[in-house]
């Protein structure tokens, strides 16, 4: 996605990469780190996926803000927008959006349970 906004023009200094995370989840763990860090201004967000995946990146980010937001000094980031490429696939089932619920309330045990149960992903590392 990052090489596509470049080549249409948008200023690199504009685009921010996260790619650590192995899960939904924690790339709304991650990026939201990111963001707050680095960006501390930053109060509303768009965020960019395929069409099978927007609505869980979407629910996630704002169950995640939610969560946050509820540590002291921490603020609500809002999701004021969100934009889909056409993928060719379906969308991701509500037991995998459970799941990844589920691993934002940091039970990782559970979820990778779920994932590893109903979609054959083994293995996946813990947050670090």
């Not at 763990?29 to 990146?57: C, E, M, N, W």
């Amino acid at each position: 996605m990052a090489k596509w906004l470049d080549a249409n023009g948008i200023d690199e200094k504009r685009i921010i990469v996260e790619d650590n995370s192995i899960t939904t989840s924690q790339n709304a763990i991650f990026t939201y780190d990111i963001l707050t860090a680095r960006y501390p201004k930053v109060r509303q967000i768009a965020i960019v996926s395929s069409d099978y995946h927007i609505a869980t990146g979407t629910l996630l980010f704002r169950a995640l803000s939610i969560l946050r937001a509820n540590v002291p000094g921490n603020e609500k980031l809002e999701v004021i927008s969100n934009a889909a490429w056409k993928a060719p696939s379906g969308s991701l089932s509500a037991m995998f959006q459970a799941g990844a619920l589920i691993e934002l309330s940091g039970d990782t045990e559970t979820a990778f349970k779920i994932y590893h149960d109903n979609y054959d992903i083994h293995e996946l590392p813990p947050l670090k």
